[in-house]
Each structure stands twice: as C-alpha cells, then as structure tokens.
C-alpha cells in the first residue's frame, strides 16, 4: 500500500515525524520522507532560532561574595527559564516601543541574599523572585528538592544584591537563549550506504557498537546488493531540552519557523513585493504577526533582524547599560 502511494504522490507526502519516545526533557523522533539538508535545516533551527527568554541585563547593588560580578552575571544569564508560548507573551525589545526595556518586552527578577550565621549558605535559582504578574521568566525547576541552579556560595557576613532583566532572544545572538542542550543527529546506522569508513584495530563489530537508533530499522542482509544509487530519507534526532521549554513545543516552534523561511524563500523566488508600511525587517512574531522581510527604514539606514539603531544592542539599551558580561558599559 505504500509503495502504490508513494507511485501515485511521490513527494507530495511531504516529511513525517514519528516520535519514539518521549518525556519531560528529551524527545527521540525519526524525521522521514525528506533529504538531508532539509533534515539539517530542522535541527539548526531547534538549536539557534527559537526564541526563549533569558537573564540580559544585570544591575549589582552588592557583591561581597567570592563571585566576580561579570562572572556572576554570566551565571545568572545560563539560568534556564520557563519560555512556554514566548511569543504569545513577550515581543523583541527591538520591535518594542519602549526606551530600553519594559513590561512588554521583558521580565525583572530580583536576588537579595545574606548570611548571617557560621553555616555557609547557599544560593539558588529559586532565590530568584519573578516580579508580580509575569506570564513567563519563573525559574525552570526540575531537581527533587525544588532548589534549581546553584548561583552561589556566601561565608558569614556575605551579600548579594541586584536586579536583573530578562528579554526574548534566539541563540544566533547568544547560547544563553538556546531551548535546547543538544541535538543529536544520525541516519543509516547501519551503514548501508557506507559514507563511513570504521578504523579499527582488531574488529569493527566490536569496537563500533551500534546505536540505539539501529533498533529502529533493519539491518543489512548477508550478501545485499549495494545500490549506488540510495540516499538517506530516514534521520534519527534526540533532543534534549534544557527545561525552558517542552520538548513537543521545540519541535512545534522548529517546524514553524523553517515553514516562514520556506515561504520567505518562495516569496523571494516569486518576485512578491515583501516592503513593509512601517519600514525595515520585523521580528519573527512582532505585533503577533508573521515573520516577514521589509526594505530600508525610515531614513535611519537598513535595519536587520539581529541589529538595532541609535547605539544599542539587539536585545540590550542604549551606552552604559549592564549586560550580563560586564556590570558599567559595554563588555
């Protein structure tokens, strides 16, 4: 019945996901019925594209700890945190109307630790608190004791104090905004189409183990006609959360991305007029629309999706303000 489906449709099938398993954190899927680049292209834009919220700007009022302050801004920026429909919730700060940062584009969290007694104390991510109201940006917790990331360590007498800022971002800007620790990538795992060569010492089998994707198809049979011919249309991918988002939304946000780059593309290729009325490149989900290209802006100069204008960062403000790698300036 396939075959006789694929004879009569070919393509037109167009790529499947099959999800093998499943939980809170990983997410194992065979991507089929597509090629190579098109398998790649899916797992770069899990990796740097999808946007998430994490800590940008850091504002010390005390630091007596051991703890340099760029070095525990940039702690502070790693802390995953919850990014659930990011985009329903918060826009870029580029695309917000506002000076620098405000309740529309960012989240404030606030830190205030002391230790008064002989016991060293412990700093956590749930120290954190999330100002009142926010719909994103708490903290991702997953440890059993409901600590979450460790921030720091303070002897008696030992401050922390400060505020920080948290905007939407993607990882093409920094890897503190990546949904995701890793993806991993196979197809054949077999070999069938020998685009590896295995060195080995003594035997191949045994010091080139199979992985556990080989299950997930059948193996070489003794003495098969190698078809020079056959390429890969089965791509094996685990991906590996790292709690700021669910995996199925991952995977969701991943798809509907590379669908507005497709269509992007094939807008380009059709010679469509793409100008926006207000001028320049918009953010993928700004003013709850659609990723779309724009000209130049303004009279203020072309204006990317990654760059702003008057001096500031992307995701950042204007001169002198704190970042999470530096506490007065530009790091």
């Given at each position: 019945?396939d075959?006789?489906?694929?004879e ?16 809170n ?8 019925n ?8 899916f ?5 740097a ?5 994490a ?19 940039h702690r ?15 826009v870029?700060?580029?695309?917000c109307v506002c ?24 700093v ?12 994103c ?33 993607i ?6 905004w ?14 069938k ?6 060195w080995?010492?003594e ?11 080989a ?7 003794e003495?098969e ?7 890969p ?12 988002m ?7 946000q ?11 593309v ?16 918009r ?11 724009g ?6 100069g ?10 500031r ?9 704190t970042?999470?790698y ?6």
């Amino acid at each position: 019945m396939d075959d006789t489906f694929d004879e009569m449709y070919g393509s037109d099938r167009g790529p499947q996901i099959t999800i093998k398993e499943a939980d809170n954190t990983h997410a194992q899927i065979a991507l089929s019925n597509c090629d190579l680049s098109f398998a790649n292209a899916f797992r770069r834009i899990m990796l740097a594209e999808i946007p998430t919220i994490a800590i940008d700007l850091v504002f010390i009022e005390a630091n007596t700890s051991v703890i340099p302050d760029e070095f525990l801004s940039h702690r502070l920026g790693l802390i995953p945190l919850d990014s659930a429909n990011i985009d329903d919730k918060l826009v870029y700060t580029r695309d917000c109307v506002c000076d620098q940062y405000c309740e529309r584009c960012s989240v404030t969290l606030t830190l205030n630790a002391r230790c008064t007694s002989d016991v060293p104390m412990t700093v956590y991510a749930r120290d954190l608190a999330v100002q009142a109201g926010a719909q994103c940006g708490q903290p991702v917790i997953t440890d059993p004791e409901g600590l979450g990331t460790i921030i720091a360590k303070l002897r008696k007498g030992q401050e922390i104090k400060l505020t920080c800022v948290a905007k939407k971002g993607i990882a093409k800007e920094h890897a503190k905004w990546s949904p995701v620790s890793a993806v991993a990538f196979e197809y054949d795992p077999h070999n069938k189409l020998r685009h590896t060569s295995y060195w080995y010492e003594e035997d191949a089998k045994a010091e080139w183990p199979p992985s556990k994707f080989a299950d997930w198809e059948d193996p070489p049979q003794e003495g098969e006609v190698f078809d020079y011919d056959a390429v890969p249309n089965t791509f094996y991918m685990d991906v590996e959360s790292v709690g700021s988002m669910a995996p199925d939304e991952i995977m969701q946000q991943g798809i509907k991305y590379l669908q507005q780059k497709l269509m992007d593309v094939m807008k380009g290729l059709n010679g469509e007029d793409q100008m926006e009325d207000d001028g320049g490149l918009r953010s993928p989900g700004a003013d709850g629309g659609d990723y779309q290209m724009g000209g130049m802006g303004g009279g203020q100069g072309y204006e990317t999706p990654f760059g702003g204008q008057d001096g500031r960062t992307p995701y950042g403000g204007g001169y002198g303000a704190t970042t999470p790698y530096g506490t007065n300036g530009w790091a």
